[in-house]
């Protein structure tokens, strides 16, 4: 596929009050000089007041005024545009922020049930299991049981301007104004016979009007016009009439105070209580949400309300001010969140792309049955550039139909991280978690922790969701008589079989196209091993499921059929929360094995990839998505790129790895504390607290070349840092403590651990055994780091930088990689290594090789690399070329090329450096190197110019071929880029 705009290279900005418009526009002319082509932001439009990251927008059609106004916002737009810059925004097509009473469309679902006009942009089940639910929301808001909450006082009437609202907390919730009556009839007749009157004949109309408005419970069109045209004229008359009448006001007070009840008097609750059953919402403990909830969510995060995005009203009005940005050259690519939350990604793809191609065609793909496809856009050959949220499996390749340049870059991560690690010692540290742990989930295999962890999530949060689904099954085969004898327990047992089962996030059957090859074979293998993993479920049912996903159930009705599109699509949304929840949320904070393998899109049962694999896989890529983005670090990833590379280290030297855990265990053995007849922290826990802090610990201080193991103790913050991301891992992981139920004494005794373990005074022994060692395992970090990032900038795709990764990247998962940016240094950095014209290329790279723990190092390869992208954007988009590594250090050199006509340019980088330098604080110089050659193919230049160095380099012969010398490419840097000269 051809854009019509394709980025260069693209850096992530994450908006909030910290980081605005104005922010963004201040460093536009460094991203220029640093060599960014795009600047790739998350979402800015409205979010819920506070949001520090964005994505729980509550208002799709305006500017976030937390992040700037207009005026700051077209500002920055024009900085970019006057540099040739594009932008790509972030979209939230999925899901809707409703915290705070933020959301005005979520509001008036609130207010007016079903019969609200915006009652269809959610995924809300107006008639679901529990009948007492019947037309109303459950709102699981409250801290405590409802009766508790409303006798405490913590719900409180008032009115404001013709409305009644009801307060709790940091939420306002509407009264629907059918119910008006209940509040000013306790009083009414009294004061109606005490103010005869204009005033009075006026508010009896206001009330009858308002008793008269069309039934919440209706969704004719025509019922839903009125009552929203009706309501609103009764609040407007009621506001005027109180503003204009002492009588009425001094009335509507008393009734409020009324509810409420009189401070320090005795009170009944019964009247507050009927007016709150009589709402289309039903107020419930926080807890209830896991069993009773009756709208979608993304994932299981109550403040996220999932839209129906399927429903062409519901696209336009969700994008309409995206798309306007589109079309005036703001945005010139979009970046879509999670979506395989969709209901028909590929039908929601196809109806973007045509929207951006044409503003005013709003038709395509208006609903399953009349799907958008590339035959609508104007001109399919310059698609708008778009890229996806997806996490790919092992061997799932994404859908050549979606009109996308591909992804945001996880698999493209994990391939690269695992260039650096060392698969041959995969048995050893599998053995080494096994010991540290004593832990019998350190022996599971990571499909039965995965498994383990999806039924998990199932039962303990997300048990409502499935039971709606397999209620929903339940109706479908009560219509069909080959299918009735399925009991409602064991369709729903068997659901979460096939789900806790199921090898990919999701699958893409619609019922207007035949499923695909690969849909089938996914499906087959969920049904398979859920049949080997629940040997007392009858078979019968796993073949009727297996039948009904793959459309071989027979329809004989209409209705029939749309009951098993509607069961599919929602079967198929419903089993990527639970993946992301069992195995990201869950899993990847129990399986130790190796920590750099435990991530967003990765596989951490791949420990290792030979170069020849990693070869193949970007020559695919480059034939199939070379416009996808290379991302290495995300908001999302559970640890920055460079934590990851020096994890990775711990793959080469296991055995001192495990004499290292294994010392610092019994060193800190006398720091746990027993909560409940459990050591704090277990071992488990203790195992990857270790590891964070080998990836996560911060340079000393470099004046020099001196020692990388001086430096002063862990400053108070980081430790407060390592504190905050193991309460977070304690509660992913869901041992001892949780999210939904927190344990703080344990939480509290494992933070304390950790803050005794990092005091001198308390943890000096530890400290002097971990120091050195980590500095070791630091120092072989840096030349991974830099080899991975080389790898980014010239491999197949679009390389993509999260903020402030310019400089070593030691951030852990969110809100950690949140923290701001220091801009200012960083543009003094480029600064000089931009503006220091009497050091030439050899000199500087000299300097920043022994100063490289400050991380200018990191800056001065990105910059250099991008410039030679722009130098050469043929080459850069062209012919990925494998290239083979001879001699005695010939498996620790990974090359390749980049090519198109006379472009040429040869990518050549370490790995597994541990066995190569035995002193890591001697850099991968010359000797090192041996008779290791890298071999040019038949028809590759002779001479380079190395981009960084500025050496020029010669081939030599090997035998028919030529070749380059290892100890001539890292002489003097130990990374290359070469161009031909």
């Known amino acids: 596929m051809a854009f019509a705009r394709t980025p260069n290279s693209t850096y992530r900005l994450q908006f909030n009050q910290s980081f605005t418009f104005r922010s963004a526009h201040a460093i536009v002319d460094y991203l220029h000089a640093l060599g960014i082509s795009d600047c790739y932001a998350s979402s800015y439009l409205t979010a819920v007041p506070g949001s520090p990251h964005g994505y729980d927008v509550a208002d799709p059609t305006t500017l976030n005024p937390e992040i700037g106004t207009d005026a700051d916002y077209w500002n920055w737009i024009d900085a970019l545009s006057a540099r040739h810059m594009g932008h790509i925004l972030d979209l939230v097509p999925n899901h809707m922020g409703i915290a705070k009473s933020a959301n005005p469309w979520w509001q008036d679902v609130l207010e007016n049930g079903p019969s609200s006009r915006f009652a269809h942009f ?28 409303l006798e405490r006082q913590e719900l409180r009437l008032a009115y404001d301007e013709g409305a009644f609202l009801v307060h709790c907390h940091d939420n306002v919730l509407p009264v629907a104004t059918d119910t008006f009556s209940t509040i000013l009839g306790v009083h009414l007749d009294a004061w109606l016979a005490d103010h005869p009157g204009a005033d009075a004949d006026e508010l009896q109309s206001i009330l009858t009007s308002s008793r008269n408005l069309p039934s919440r419970s209706s969704r004719e069109p025509a019922d839903i016009a009125t009552r929203a045209r009706e309501k609103e004229i009764v609040k407007r008359r009621l506001a005027a009439l109180t503003a204009a009448s002492p009588g009425v006001r001094a009335l509507v007070e008393a009734s409020v105070t009324h509810f409420n009840g009189v401070a320090g008097q005795p009170r009944s609750f019964d009247d507050l209580d009927r007016l709150l059953n009589q709402q289309s919402y039903r107020l419930a403990h926080w807890r209830v949400a896991s069993e009773e909830i009756n709208y979608r969510r993304f994932f299981d995060v109550n403040q996220l309300a999932a839209l129906r995005m399927e429903d062409p009203s519901v696209f336009e009005a969700v994008h309409r001010f995206a798309l306007e940005l589109v079309h005036r050259g703001a945005a010139t690519g979009l970046r879509i969140d999670h979506v395989d939350g969709l209901y028909a990604p590929g039908d929601y793809l196809r109806r973007l792309q045509a929207h951006c191609a044409n503003p005013e065609d709003s038709q395509h793909g208006a609903n399953p049955e009349n799907p958008a496809n590339l035959s609508n856009l104007s001109n399919p050959s310059n698609l708008f550039y778009i890229v996806v949220e997806k996490i790919l499996d092992a061997g799932e390749q994404l859908s050549r139909d979606w009109p996308v340049a591909g992804t945001t870059g996880y698999e493209f991560a994990a391939v690269v991280n695992n260039l650096f690690v060392d698969r041959r010692n995969a048995r050893a540290l599998e053995d080494i978690a096994a010991r540290f ?56 047992s068997t659901i979460k079989e096939v789900i806790a089962c199921f090898p990919v996030y999701r699958t893409y059957v619609v019922e207007h196209e035949p499923v695909s090859e690969h849909d089938r074979r996914y499906i087959s293998e969920a049904i398979r091993s859920a049949k080997r993993r629940a040997p007392g479920v009858t078979s019968l049912v796993f073949d009727f499921i297996e039948r009904l996903l793959l ?27 639970v993946a992301a929840k069992g195995i990201e949320d869950t899993a990847l904070y129990v399986h130790g094995r190796l920590l750099s393998l435990n991530e967003v899109g990765a596989d951490p049962t791949c420990f290792g990839l030979d170069p020849s694999a990693v070869h193949a896989w970007l020559g695919e890529r480059q034939r199939q998505w070379p416009s996808a983005l290379s991302a290495t670090s995300t908001h999302d990833t559970k640890r920055g790129e460079d934590v990851r590379a020096r994890i990775n280290v711990l793959s080469e030297i296991p055995d001192a790895w495990k004499a290292a855990a294994l010392k610092w265990r019994a060193l800190n053995r006398r720091f746990k504390t027993d909560v409940s007849g459990a050591l704090a922290p277990d071992p488990n826990e203790e195992y990857l607290l270790y590891q964070t802090l080998v990836g996560a610990w911060p340079f000393a201080p470099s004046t020099g070349s001196g020692s990388p193991g001086d430096g002063p103790p862990p400053t108070s913050e980081f430790v407060e840092r390592i504190c905050a991301y193991m309460r977070k891992a304690l509660r992913e992981s869901k041992a001892h403590t949780s999210w939904l139920s927190p344990d703080e004494e344990y939480e509290e005794a494992v933070q304390r651990f950790v803050r005794t373990i990092l005091d001198p005074r308390r943890g000096g022994p530890f400290l002097e055994a971990f120091v050195p060692f980590q500095a070791r395992v630091a120092e072989l970090g840096i030349y991974n780091g830099l080899a991975q990032l080389l790898v980014k900038l010239t491999a197949p795709g679009i390389p993509d930088f999260y903020q402030g990764t310019e400089l070593w990247d030691l951030n852990l998962v969110d809100p950690d990689n949140r923290r701001p940016v220091d801009y200012a240094r960083r543009r003094e950095i480029l600064d000089a290594l931009t503006c220091r014209r009497e050091v030439n290329d050899a000199a500087m790279a000299a300097e920043l090789l022994t100063r490289r723990r400050d991380g200018r190092i990191k800056m001065f390869v990105m910059a250099r690399a991008l410039g030679a992208r722009q130098r050469l954007p043929h080459a850069f988009q062209g012919e990925y070329v494998p290239m083979q590594t001879a001699g005695g250090r010939a498996d620790s050199v990974f090359a390749f090329a ?59 012969r090997e035998g028919p071929a030529t070749a380059l010398a290892a100890a001539t490419l890292f002489e003097q840097l130990p990374v290359a880029l070469l161009v031909a000269s």
Not at 122 to 148: N, R, T
Not at 456 to 478: P, Y
Not at 910 to 916: E, G, H, I, T
């Open 437 to 492: 742990s004593r832990d019998r989930r350190e022996r599971l295999s990571f499909a039965d922790l995965a498994y383990r962890s999806k039924k998990q999530i199932m039962h303990e949060t997300m048990s409502g969701d499935i039971n709606s689904l397999g209620h929903q099954l339940n109706l479908f085969s009560e219509r069909n008589r080959h299918f009735r004898d399925f009991t409602l327990y064991s369709l729903i």
């Open 122 to 149: 959610f995924d809300i089940e107006w008639h679901p299991v529990k009948a007492e639910l019947a037309d109303k929301l459950l709102i699981p808001i409250l801290g405590d049981q409802y009766g508790a909450v």
């Open 898 to 956: 980049r090519r198109d006509g006379s472009e040429y340019a040869v990518t050549c980088v370490p790995r597994l450096l541990a066995s190569v330098i035995p002193d890591p604080d001697a850099p991968p110089l010359g000797a090192a190197w041996l008779d290791t050659r890298v071999i040019l193919p038949a028809d590759a230049p002779t001479s380079f110019r190395d981009a960084f160095t500025g050496a020029t380099i010669e081939a030599g």
């Open 551 to 577: 459309k071989q159930t027979p329809v004989s009705t209409p209705e029939a059929g749309g009951d098993r599109a509607r069961f599919i699509g929602k079967f198929q949304q419903i089993t990527s929360p």
